[in-house]
């Protein structure tokens, strides 16, 4: 059994966990900065990364003793190395080195990708490759084929924007708070789905997914002051949803051999999303898997996970291993029009 350290600091989430091979968390600890960037609306990554370089320490130190361990008990150092705002993926990414280097231990780069991407592995034991994988956070949606460990093959991507960000930038025009996603998701309840929105490529051929359009729709719904800030938020839900349903229908033909259809990723905590998706894949006779809520948001248990998952297939880095602003999981991925670049 190999006992990892997990560090995660890709964005506005400090975290460090120890995790082992047989799917234990034997601690996990998390410091948010949501009051650091609620007067903004959303993450400033300078104040992000110095938020990092105060409290990593200090997280690992109490992780290592909720766990009863010391860092000499530690088989290897997992920590974010991508993608992600990269000042604070850098802090993250040193700590790790630093650790590796004083303990003598291996260091394993964990995309953050993968650690969404392979975290429904660690509250189930039963998902086998290969999945077809919903990724949808703040920064990236894609529809993956997870193979295996470090064997992705990318099905489709956004074009432009994320859901989370469009999740969040809905909750900013709405006046609704910061975290977007949360705020939307309760306002939504109180409302109607009867405002009229777009649904970006939804039936075209192209296996992509879009929500510029989206955002700025809900941009102009609001500037009518025809709508109520919950019908708007239950309006713009809705055709989130049915942009995901019919952007993963689409790749259910091409996932040969899929077991279960998986979601994960920041996005995946939304009830409105699970419940779409779990109805979905019953209807195509396949297993629907989602992690727990708190593994969906960004924390160190999925990277203490993947790199659990990586160590135990003998794939460790060298301490000169680069932080990555960008890092897709497919990079053999064709090319695709617009802001697709980024996934």
């Known amino acids: ?33 949501e009051a650091a960037h609620r007067p903004f609306g959303g993450v400033v990554p300078e104040i992000a990364a110095r938020a990092h370089v105060e409290v990593l320490a200090p997280l690992i130190e109490a992780a290592l003793a ?9 088989d290897a150092i997992a920590a974010t190395a991508g993608p992600g705002l990269i000042g604070g993926v850098m802090v993250g990414l040193v700590t790790g080195k630093a650790l590796a280097h004083a303990a003598g231990k291996p260091l394993i780069a964990v995309n953050h990708l993968e650690g969404h991407a392979l975290s429904p592995r660690l509250s189930d034991p039963d998902l086998a490759f290969p999945y077809l994988l919903l990724l949808v956070s703040g920064g990236h949606c894609q529809l993956l084929l997870v193979e295996g460990v470090n064997r992705y093959r990318r099905l489709a991507t956004t074009i432009d924007d994320a859901a989370g960000e469009a999740f969040d930038k809905t909750a900013k025009v709405l006046g609704l708070g910061f975290p977007g996603g949360p705020a939307v998701e309760v306002a939504a309840r109180a409302g109607r789905p009867i405002v009229p929105l777009p649904r970006p490529l939804k039936g075209s051929p192209e296996p992509h997914f879009s929500f510029a359009g989206l955002k700025s729709a809900v941009v102009r719904a609001h500037a009518a002051g025809t709508w109520s800030t919950e019908d708007i938020a239950a309006s713009f839900q809705q055709a989130v949803v049915d942009c995901l349903l019919d952007r993963t229908v689409r790749a259910l033909g091409a996932a040969h051999g899929a077991t279960a259809l998986v979601v994960a990723g920041g996005v995946a905590a939304n009830g409105a ?13 396949l297993r629907f898997v989602a992690p727990p809520l708190w593994l969906c948001t960004d924390n160190a248990a999925m990277i203490g996970w993947a790199g659990a998952e990586r160590y135990a297939a003998g794939l460790t880095d060298p301490l000169d291993v680069a932080a990555r602003p960008r890092w897709p999981l497919d990079p053999g991925a064709e090319a695709v029009r617009g802001a697709g670049v980024k996934a």
Do not use: F, K, P
């Open 1 to 33: 059994m190999a006992l990892i350290l997990g560090l995660e600091s890709s964005c506005d989430e400090t975290a460090a966990a120890l995790v082992t091979s047989d799917r234990q968390v034997l601690a996990h600890r998390l410091a948010g900065q």
């Open 66 to 74: 909720d766990a009863g361990v010391t860092l000499a008990e530690v």
């Open 273 to 285: 999303v699970r419940t779409a998706l779990a109805d979905l894949a019953a209807a195509n006779g």
